[in-house]
């Protein structure tokens, strides 16, 4: 049978997954969810000796079934190949008493390459069994780390161009080089003199201005997007979670059916939205816990029942995770609403107009499965640096957030036997300044790349090849613009 996909706005409105990957985004602004949460139909035994290919197979066939195996199959290896850095994609690491599950060996060394490696096939596929004859214009609009897992997903795709906005002067040196050195022929990097905000928002002008889209028509292409929204990006995540859990059982180190505790590092609630999806398909889990720096809302939603926004925004070094507005959490609320769309509907435009909204007590009862709570900066520095100082591990900045709210956990709720999976979200390398401070003060006269030459010895890991290549890799995008000439800097990419 078909699995379908309902826009969590608007009951009436149902699509195909393929039909969901092209379109990202319902018409009414909500976001697609699979009409119900398949489960996994092969036994753990099984799974327990599968690849991470094999185990992305088993989830993504029962949740995109217009697309045939041989699609599928033909998506899963390309994406999961040796741009990753090791043959298991997803190692797990036993430190302190938990298992950090590493997202972060893909090309551009954060968990955003487990799902952007692969949305591109899906897309392409996804446009070829829709008789689409366009070519596919993927326009993201970055704070940093999206825009080149992105461009590294897209990168000499055949059909799809890219072209990236970012902030010229608000994203950091290293996500400013990986960018501007990105190469393909196919790709387009563009540095914007305006704000996160401005960018994002000409971006979406873009996407609803129908007089370009017909001239984007004439000339042969047509807009997607690759952000987090789409389901594209959110069934591949699941993977991760059955493929751990199967690691654990093959390792001898849970039961047959044992429980299992997640932690995840959140900022728009995908990445926990899949562990949650994977819980529902069958994974015995027994907390999802909802990690959050600073920008606490989510803690605070948990807590109360009240999602509020309103409220100052805090720059950290958890940069990636520094959001007001979690998307994806709309797909749980929805489902906490009995899927009811209007209900649903009428939360999300309260928080569009009073950017806030209260859920009944009804539905607060059915967050039983999720922790909330957060880290301090002080708290996030600190659990790195003792980590290393008891293990040697060294994790990123994000990743610390997930430790510290688990030992906090632990001190609440007094579970410290149920295993725990924390989801290690990004390579420290990737955010070396920051990292190192923590450990130890001294690094701060360094300069980036002393700080990775030191990492690496401390940390006793390897450079990763995403690192090396920007060393010496020379820039290939110079294009700057004003906020209003981003259209007119598309049209010249695209030759029109
Ligand atoms: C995007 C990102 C997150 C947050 O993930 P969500 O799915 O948005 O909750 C956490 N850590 C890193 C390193 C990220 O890049």
């Not at 789409?230 to 199967?246: E, T």
């Not at 410290?416 to 923590?438: G, H, L, Q, Y």
């Amino acid at each position: 049978m078909e699995l379908m996909y309902a826009s969590t706005r608007d009951a009436n409105e149902k699509v195909t997954a393929s039909q969901a990957i092209l379109k990202g985004l319902a018409n009414d602004g909500g976001l697609y969810v699979p009409t119900e949460i398949p489960s996994l139909d092969v036994s753990m035994e099984e799974l327990s000796k599968m690849t991470y290919q094999e185990t992305a197979y088993e989830v993504l066939k029962l949740f995109l079934t217009d697309y045939t195996e041989e699609e599928l199959k033909n998506c899963i290896n390309a994406a999961y190949d040796s741009k990753f850095d090791t043959e298991e994609i997803a190692p797990l690491v036993d430190a302190d008493g938990a298992y950090y599950l590493e997202l972060f060996h893909g090309p551009t060394i954060a968990f955003k390459d487990m799902a952007l490696s692969i949305l591109p096939h899906l897309l392409i596929t996804a446009a070829r069994k829709n008789n689409v004859k366009n070519d596919i214009v993927i326009l993201t609009a970055t704070s940093g780390d999206t825009g080149k897992a992105a461009l590294a997903g897209f990168a000499d795709v055949k059909g799809t161009k890219i072209i990236v906005f970012y902030p010229k002067n608000g994203v950091s040196p290293v996500q400013e080089k990986q960018m501007v050195t990105q190469k393909g022929d196919n790709t387009f990097v563009v540095g914007i003199h305006g704000n996160f905000d401005q960018a994002q928002t000409g971006v979406k002008k873009m996407f609803s201005d129908t007089e370009l889209a017909k001239e984007m028509d004439a000339a042969g292409y047509q807009f997607s997007s690759a952000n987090s929204i789409n389901i594209g990006r959110l069934v591949p995540q699941i993977a991760y979670y059955v493929y751990a859990y199967a690691k654990l059982y093959a390792n001898g180190v849970i039961a047959k059916d044992e429980k299992i505790n997640i932690v995840v590092p959140t900022g728009n609630f995908g990445n926990i939205l899949a562990a949650f999806y994977a819980k529902n398909m069958g994974i015995p889990v027994a907390k999802l816990i909802c990690a959050s720096n600073e920008n606490k809302v989510l803690y605070d939603f948990f807590s109360t029942g009240t999602y509020d926004k309103n409220r100052e925004f805090m720059l950290t070094s958890s940069p990636s995770m520094d959001i007001l507005i979690s998307s994806n959490l709309e797909r749980l609320i929805y489902r906490i609403a009995g899927e009811d769309a209007a209900k649903n509907a009428a939360l999300m435009k309260e928080l569009n107009t009073t950017g806030k909204y209260e859920i009944t007590s009804e539905m607060k009862e059915k967050l039983a499965d999720f922790y909330g709570n957060y880290a301090s900066e002080k708290e996030t520095a600190d659990t790195i640096r003792d980590l290393y100082e008891k293990t040697g591990y060294v994790i990123d900045t994000h990743t610390a957030v997930a430790a510290s709210v688990y030992h906090k956990y632990k001190k609440d709720t007094n579970d410290a036997e149920t295993k725990t999976v924390i989801a290690s979200t990004a390579s420290p390398f990737k955010f070396s300044r920051s990292v190192m401070d923590a450990i130890d003060p001294k690094y701060d006269s360094l300069s980036e790349f002393e700080l990775v030459d030191e990492l690496s010895k401390i940390g006793n890991v390897k450079i990763p090849q995403a690192i090396e290549e920007i060393r010496s890799a020379e820039v290939r995008h110079k294009t700057v613009c004003e906020v209003e000439e981003m259209p007119k800097v598309v049209k010249q990419f695209l030759g029109m």
